[in-house]
């Protein structure tokens, strides 16, 4: 698996990251581009990238990044889905209400997001 920098800070992340240890940027993934970015507050819960390629395009987390804590991957800010790619072919999720069930679907989610990164 590639290894990628915040574009804040130039610290070392990688692809499951969801903050910058270094300067706890926000980080997600930008599937057009193949890159992890880091982010700043736009308002409105839209994210900036800081991505030298994004131009400074305005994105927004995945539901399962920003509600469900399952996801890293980012949707442009005009886009109509609240899911992205990755998380739209899941159809199935566990029950959340058995303990360990958020786990296996966070694992679950990472390895597909890995199969489709690859």
């Not at 993934?29 to 308002?43: K, M, N, Q, T």
């Not at 409105?44 to 400074?56: I, T």
């Not at 890293?72 to 899911?83: G, R, Y």
Request: proline share 5%; net charge neutral; glycine share 4%.
């Amino acid at each position: 698996m590639k290894t990628f920098h915040c574009n804040r800070c130039s610290h070392l992340v990688f692809f499951e990251n969801v903050r910058c240890e270094r300067c706890e940027a926000l980080l997600g993934y930008l599937p057009e581009l193949r890159e992890i970015s880091a982010f700043e507050d736009a308002g409105e819960e839209r994210w900036r990238s800081l991505h030298p390629q994004a131009d400074g395009a305005l994105y927004k987390q995945c539901h399962n990044y920003a509600v469900e804590n399952v996801c890293n991957w980012m949707i442009p800010a005009d886009s109509p889905d609240t899911l992205c790619r990755a998380c739209q072919l899941t159809h199935t999720i566990p029950n959340l209400g058995a303990p360990d069930n958020r786990l296996y679907w966070y694992r679950l989610e990472v390895a597909k997001r890995r199969l489709l990164y690859t």
